[in-house]
């Protein structure tokens, strides 16, 4: 079987399952398969594939059919500037997340050196991100999952930067190390009886530790902002993901920790996603 035909053969089949890009999808799996961009398969439309190669891109075509997320299927996320090793153990990293680097960013100049901590670090994407951009920040990433700390660990390792990182694997409540310049967080913010309306792509696939906010959805915001405000030093930044209409209710817990409120940020879809706040 040629190339063309794999691919056209491959649309047909994801066409009749929850892809909503059934040829783009092909083609992402088809170049993970023979190690090649999808530059390549378009100019080689009449290569043939070998057997053990039709194999595997059938392999992982079944899986995307029954709607595994593409991103753990080629082990792979791009997130702001670099791409990310992921896999089942993490949240696949999302474009509004990327407001937390950016916001960053532009808080604190290239000089800057600063003490970093990340809560929840999943893959690492966020404090790695913040990381490549700023040489003289020193991050520590925290998470509960102890597989999640492996995947942190290899990206960091992956984007030369295993030298200036620290992870712990920990729940949050029971963390007492350091104490930091800067906090960020994307804790999970859904509501348990609310997970089971999410798409079947993340509800099947992605961890629900990564995503289970507890009963009401506050559950594990409210440990990282009670636990931010011992570990922030004085003035320092906190820059916090939330979830759908949680902003108020957010904001009054922010402001009981003793936290001053410099503003709350839109993501593309013109949701509150962010909130940035400077303990006082
Ligand atoms: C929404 S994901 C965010 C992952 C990553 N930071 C990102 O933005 O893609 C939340 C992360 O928090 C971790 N987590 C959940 N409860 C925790 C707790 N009590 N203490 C520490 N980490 C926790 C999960 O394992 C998960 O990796």
């Excluded at 190339?3 to 890009?21: E, P, V």
């Excluded at 999808?25 to 009449?46: A, G, M, P, T, W």
């Excluded at 902003?247 to 003793?258: A, H, P, Q």
Aim: overall charge positive.
């Amino acid at each position: 079987m040629n190339i063309q035909t794999a691919l056209n053969k491959a649309s047909k089949i994801l066409r009749n399952s929850s892809s909503g890009t059934p040829k783009l999808d092909s083609e992402i799996l088809l170049s993970k398969v023979v190690k090649k961009n999808r530059q390549y398969l378009i100019l080689n439309f009449d290569h043939e594939l070998k057997k053990e190669n039709i194999k595997l891109f059938n392999f992982l075509l079944e899986r995307r059919k029954k709607g595994e997320p593409i991103a753990y299927l080629i082990n792979k996320k791009e997130f702001w500037k670099k791409n990310f090793y992921i896999n089942k153990d993490v949240l696949i990293p999302r474009p509004d997340t990327e407001l937390l680097v950016e916001e960053t960013l532009k808080l604190f100049n290239a000089n800057s050196k600063l003490s970093i901590l990340d809560i929840g670090t999943g893959s690492g994407c966020i404090l790695l991100s913040i990381l490549d951009e700023r040489k003289n920040f020193f991050g520590t990433g925290i998470d509960i999952s102890k597989k999640a700390i492996n995947v942190a660990r290899f990206n960091a390792k992956m984007h030369q930067l295993r030298n200036r990182t620290k992870f712990y694997n920990s729940d949050i409540d029971k963390f007492l190390i350091g104490k930091y310049d800067l906090i960020l967080s994307n804790p999970p913010y859904i509501k348990q009886e609310d997970l089971k309306y999410l798409e079947k792509d993340v509800k099947d696939f992605e961890p629900k530790l990564a995503l289970d906010g507890g009963k009401d959805g506050f559950s594990e915001v409210k440990k990282v902002i009670g636990k931010t405000s011992m570990l922030l030093k004085k003035n320092g930044k906190f820059i916090l993901e939330i979830g759908f209409r949680q902003k108020n209710r957010i904001l009054s817990i922010l402001k009981r920790n003793n936290f001053f409120i410099n503003k709350v940020i839109k993501d593309y879809g013109k949701n509150d996603r962010c909130i940035i706040s400077t303990k006082i």
